[in-house]
RNA sequence: UGGGAGAUCGUUCAACGGUAGGACAGCAGACUCUGACUCUGCUUAUCGGGGUUCGAAUCCCUGUCUCCCAGCCA
């Protein structure tokens, strides 16, 4: 055991904490299985956008080579055009980058090694082990047998070479129809592993690739593709989803038959949050179905979405270190992720007054047309980000929680006898209301005690309560669009959407408001709102029309207490 | 049902034959010009049954439960 901390040992790869997929390459690097080398790839297929579930993969990926002085490709497994887009190979692209990490040059395609595949292909049928299958895709499956019974193999299973090499170049000469024929590899129609029963390897498809257009009829599936992909860049550690357990012997089938370096696949439990969705068609579905504005809606757990929500790359890559990995496909709760995200924000973020749902407060003893600057810290923590002036008049906004007629148990804002702190102002103290027809309070009216001005009375009385407030002849009006989790508390597993959804996942405050301060800011700025939560300036503001996101709320302990 | 993988606090990850620990969540308190932050304390776990061993979360046997697989998707 240490001494105390005395000579405490500098985290080695043996002693920081660790995972099994970094003890396989520690153990690696000792025995010298490939040299020493760690190289890694991120192989998305661009068919949609990146979410937060590539966002573990990716930290996984860039990290693991990071930190053995290793290499990270990223790689798009482009082997299906009817699919893919350039769309997306653009946002994945920019999602990766935003998140921090680099690939320097090593940007590829599997649609790059194409024809590389395709004389492989040759190679196999040379050594027996492919054929030209001539079944359709129903026969093709029910001859693929069932979990206890055997598939039956193929009539054309044992064409000879010369029929084979001469049929799949007549496949990729377009000489035979979309899905009339197959090329598949010769293995086992009787293993107990389906993907061993004569995997189909090309298929025929007439439809435009988004990088190499019209030039090829056939597509490789990925189980031909990936090892090979990851055997061309020299991968060491091909690290992915348990999903694909039961292809490893697939993977490792083709890089052994072709004799080429072979990489080492590795899988990892995917991501799972609560209250949000990560499945690729599911998302696809929201944005198609137009229950959110599109892969950018700030409820979306894409990293686009995310993003202008405004979490944070440092928050994100935090939470993924923080997850760890395993095999053991377990669900992360939504808080964990919310907790990094506040602890990011808090240290970084500029503070600032916003009163999102207002009520008027009027200082009858104010004096009328009276207006003096008052001032605030941007941080409480770090002098260094300096201050800056708000305005305060006579008539003020305070949050319309911040103020009850009727105060409930433990309640010590603002109610009507109670004084409280104007932050970085005055104390005042509430005389009476003023009400609407329906009985709802319009105007609450208080007095101020001018030797309180800074925040502080110099006779040295405390008050229970500090509450935030703007003044209402000074401050900017804006759209807070506050944002809960997408998906209900208790969201009944169902394949239908919509009764999953949170009716209240946004709610737009189009009244809100705000100290002048933030003029002009910038989008995606972040804020904390005092009080209220972090806030970042949306895409959608313009020089007339600040928009705000709630990131995420502040803990609210009052919040639990008035529940009880 | 055949094959593959897994099971440790509420959640998640660690402990690699030698004191079951951290983070989040929860609870209680301190501090506070944010009911924030910070700090302190607390609650709670080795799937069941056998074995091996001085000693088992860890090794063996057995049972149970959960997840994945029968695309010309990835």
Same mark, same amino acid.
């Given at each position: 055991?240490?001494?105390?901390?005395?000579?405490e040992?500098?985290?080695?790869?043996?002693?920081a904490?660790?995972?099994? *997929?970094?003890?396989i390459?520690?153990?690696?690097n000792?025995?010298?299985?490939?040299?020493?080398?760690?190289?890694?790839?991120?192989?998305?297929?661009?068919?949609?956008?990146?979410?937060?579930?590539h966002?573990?993969?990716?930290?996984?990926?860039?990290?693991?080579?990071?930190e053995?002085?290793?290499?990270? @490709?990223?790689?798009?497994?482009?082997?299906n055009?009817?699919?893919?887009?350039?769309?997306?190979?653009d946002?994945?692209?920019?999602?990766?980058?935003?998140?921090g990490?680099?690939?320097?040059?090593r940007?590829?395609?599997?649609?790059?090694?194409?024809?590389?595949?395709?004389?492989?292909?040759?190679q196999l049928?040379?050594?027996?082990?492919?054929?030209?299958?001539?079944?359709?895709?129903e026969q093709?499956?029910?001859?693929r047998?069932? &979990?206890?019974e055997?598939?039956?193999?193929?009539?054309?299973r044992?064409?000879?070479?010369?029929?084979?090499l001469?049929?799949?170049?007549?496949?990729r000469?377009?000489d035979?129809?979309?899905?009339?024929?197959?090329?598949?590899?010769k293995?086992?129609?009787?293993?107990? @592993?389906?993907?061993?029963r004569?995997?189909?390897?090309?298929?025929?498809?007439?439809? +435009?690739?988004h990088?190499?257009?019209?030039?090829?009829l056939?597509?490789?599936?990925?189980?031909? &593709?990936?090892?090979?992909c990851?055997s *061309?860049?020299?991968?060491?550690?091909? *690290?992915?989803?348990?999903?694909? +357990?039961?292809?490893?012997?697939l993977?490792?089938?083709?890089?052994?038959?072709?004799?080429?370096?072979?990489?080492?696949?590795?899988e990892?439990?995917?991501l799972?949050?609560? @209250?949000?969705?990560?499945?690729?068609?599911?998302?696809?579905?929201l944005?198609?179905?137009?229950?959110?504005?599109?892969?950018?809606?700030?409820?979306?757990?894409?990293?686009?979405g995310?993003?202008?929500?405004?979490?944070?790359?440092?928050?994100?890559?935090?939470?993924c270190?923080?997850?760890?990995?395993?095999?053991?496909?377990?669900?992360?709760?939504?808080?964990?992720?919310?907790?990094?995200i506040?602890?990011?924000?808090?240290?970084r973020?500029?503070?600032?007054?916003?009163?999102?749902?207002?009520?008027?407060?009027?200082?009858?003893?104010y004096?009328?047309?009276?207006?003096?600057?008052?001032?605030a810290?941007?941080?409480?923590?770090?002098?260094?980000m300096?201050?800056?002036?708000?305005?305060?008049s006579?008539?003020?906004?305070?949050?319309?929680?911040?103020f009850r007629?009727?105060?409930?148990?433990?309640?010590?804002?603002?109610?009507?006898?109670?004084e409280?702190?104007?932050?970085?102002?005055?104390?005042?103290?509430?005389?009476?209301v003023v009400?609407?027809?329906?009985?709802?309070?319009? +105007?609450?009216?208080?007095?101020?005690?001018?030797?309180?001005?800074?925040?502080?009375?110099?006779?040295?009385?405390?008050?229970?309560s500090?509450i935030?407030?703007?003044?209402?002849?000074?401050?900017?009006?804006?759209?807070a669009?506050?944002?809960?989790?997408?998906?209900?508390?208790?969201?009944?597993?169902?394949?239908? *959407?919509?009764?999953?959804?949170?009716p209240?996942?946004?709610?737009?405050?189009a009244?809100?408001?705000?100290?002048p301060?933030?003029?002009?800011?910038?989008?995606?700025?972040?804020?904390?709102? +005092?009080?209220?939560?972090?806030?970042?300036?949306?895409?959608?503001?313009?020089?007339?029309?600040l928009?705000?996101?709630?990131?995420?709320?502040?803990?609210?302990t009052?919040?639990?207490?008035?529940?009880?």
């Amino acid at each position: 055991m240490s001494t105390e901390g005395l000579n405490e040992t500098p985290a080695t790869p043996e002693t920081a904490p660790s995972n099994f *997929i970094r003890d396989i390459i520690i153990q690696d690097n000792k025995t010298g299985k490939h040299g020493g080398r760690v190289h890694t790839r991120f192989p998305p297929e661009p068919n949609g956008y990146l979410h937060i579930g590539h966002a573990k993969s990716i930290c996984l990926n860039f990290g693991l080579a990071k930190e053995f002085g290793g290499k990270c @490709n990223l790689r798009f497994d482009d082997t299906n055009p009817s699919k893919e887009e350039t769309e997306y190979v653009d946002s994945i692209i920019n999602d990766v980058r935003w998140l921090g990490f680099d690939w320097e040059d090593r940007l590829f395609y599997a649609s790059d090694y194409f024809e590389q595949l395709y004389q492989w292909a040759i190679q196999l049928i040379k050594q027996g082990q492919a054929y030209v299958c001539d079944l359709t895709a129903e026969q093709v499956r029910e001859t693929r047998g069932t &979990t206890t019974e055997p598939g039956t193999e193929s009539p054309y299973r044992n064409r000879s070479v010369e029929v084979n090499l001469d049929l799949f170049q007549r496949m990729r000469a377009g000489d035979f129809p979309d899905g009339s024929r197959t090329l598949r590899s010769k293995i086992d129609m009787a293993s107990p @592993n389906f993907n061993m029963r004569d995997p189909v390897m090309y298929r025929i498809l007439r439809a +435009e690739h988004h990088r190499t257009g019209n030039d090829w009829l056939i597509y490789p599936m990925y189980d031909y &593709t990936h090892g090979e992909c990851d055997s *061309i860049e020299g991968i060491t550690h091909s *690290i992915c989803t348990l999903e694909f +357990e039961d292809h490893r012997p697939l993977y490792d089938w083709y890089v052994e038959s072709l004799g080429i370096h072979r990489p080492q696949q590795i899988e990892f439990d995917r991501l799972n949050l609560t @209250n949000t969705m990560l499945s690729k068609r599911k998302l696809l579905l929201l944005v198609q179905k137009g229950y959110v504005s599109g892969w950018d809606d700030p409820r979306m757990p894409t990293l686009s979405g995310i993003r202008r929500r405004g979490y944070t790359p440092e928050a994100l890559r935090a939470f993924c270190g923080s997850i760890g990995v395993s095999k053991t496909n377990g669900t992360i709760e939504f808080p964990l992720l919310e907790h990094h995200i506040r602890e990011d924000l808090n240290a970084r973020a500029a503070r600032v007054m916003a009163v999102v749902d207002p009520i008027k407060v009027i200082i009858d003893n104010y004096p009328d047309g009276q207006t003096e600057e008052l001032e605030a810290a941007n941080h409480p923590d770090k002098p260094e980000m300096g201050m800056r002036k708000v305005p305060f008049s006579k008539v003020l906004y305070i949050e319309r929680d911040d103020f009850r007629e009727v105060p409930p148990p433990k309640y010590y804002r603002l109610f009507p006898g109670q004084e409280v702190r104007l932050r970085y102002a005055y104390f005042i103290k509430c005389v009476s209301v003023v009400k609407d027809s329906n009985g709802e309070v319009t +105007e609450v009216h208080c007095t101020y005690d001018p030797a309180s001005r800074g925040g502080n009375s110099p006779d040295g009385r405390k008050v229970k309560s500090t509450i935030h407030w703007v003044s209402a002849e000074h401050a900017l009006t804006f759209e807070a669009r506050l944002y809960e989790s997408l998906l209900l508390e208790d969201a009944p597993q169902s394949d239908d *959407i919509a009764t999953q959804l949170n009716p209240t996942s946004l709610v737009v405050k189009a009244n809100a408001k705000i100290e002048p301060s933030v003029k002009g800011a910038a989008p995606n700025t972040h804020f904390q709102f +005092e009080r209220v939560g972090y806030f970042n300036v949306d895409l959608d503001s313009t020089d007339e029309k600040l928009v705000c996101n709630r990131t995420v709320q502040l803990k609210d302990t009052w919040a639990k207490i008035a529940k009880k």
